[in-house]
């Protein structure tokens, strides 16, 4: 894999990280509904302020810009919702470690819809991954109150 790919992936991890500490600050003082109707039309305004330094627009379809539309009512939209509302119970470390689950979900959807194949080194990583959050999230608290186990599910 090439260099760049690593370093982008690091700096999303951080700043996925970031985020979710900032806003486990932020959920002290607002609601999740307040704060996530901040959080994503800011996130909309600097894609269109930056687009025309990052975008290629000689490349727009149309049909692909329907399904990035149906992709935006559940990322970001949906995903942010139930992000703010599981760092708000379960704390961002936990958060963290089960949205890590969503790569488990990807893999299986690439098997299922794309055909993707699973070799034996990629299904012992996702059975790392998931052994790693299971153990991060045991018997774990947040503040002065433990959270209920139907928590796990927001992330």
């Given at each position: 894999?090439p260099?760049?790919?690593?370093?982008?992936?690091?700096?999303a991890?951080?700043l996925?990280?970031l985020?979710?500490?900032?806003?486990?600050?932020g959920?002290?003082?607002?609601?999740?509904?307040l704060?996530?109707m901040?959080?994503i039309?800011?996130?909309?305004a600097?894609?269109?302020?930056?687009?025309?330094?990052?975008?290629d627009?000689?490349?727009w379809r149309?049909d692909?810009?329907?399904?990035f539309a149906?992709?935006?009512?559940?990322y970001p939209?949906l995903?942010t919702?139930?992000?703010?509302?599981a760092?708000?119970?379960?704390?961002?470390?936990?958060?963290?470690a089960?949205?890590?689950l969503?790569?488990?979900?990807?893999?299986g959807?690439?098997?299922l819809?794309?055909?993707?194949?699973?070799?034996?080194?990629q299904?012992?990583?996702?059975a790392v991954?998931?052994a790693?959050?299971?153990m991060m999230?045991?018997?774990?608290?947040?503040?002065?109150?433990?959270?209920?186990?139907?928590?796990l599910?927001?992330?």
């Amino acid at each position: 894999m090439p260099l760049d790919a690593w370093i982008y992936a690091i700096a999303a991890a951080a700043l996925f990280g970031l985020s979710l500490n900032l806003a486990q600050i932020g959920l002290r003082y607002m609601p999740v509904a307040l704060g996530s109707m901040i959080s994503i039309p800011t996130a909309a305004a600097l894609f269109w302020a930056s687009s025309p330094w990052t975008a290629d627009f000689s490349g727009w379809r149309n049909d692909a810009a329907l399904l990035f539309a149906a992709t935006g009512l559940f990322y970001p939209a949906l995903v942010t919702i139930l992000t703010f509302e599981a760092t708000r119970f379960l704390g961002p470390n936990v958060t963290a470690a089960m949205g890590n689950l969503a790569r488990a979900v990807a893999v299986g959807a690439g098997v299922l819809w794309l055909g993707e194949a699973l070799g034996l080194q990629q299904f012992a990583g996702v059975a790392v991954l998931v052994a790693g959050v299971t153990m991060m999230t045991t018997n774990r608290n947040w503040g002065d109150t433990t959270w209920p186990l139907w928590a796990l599910s927001l992330p």
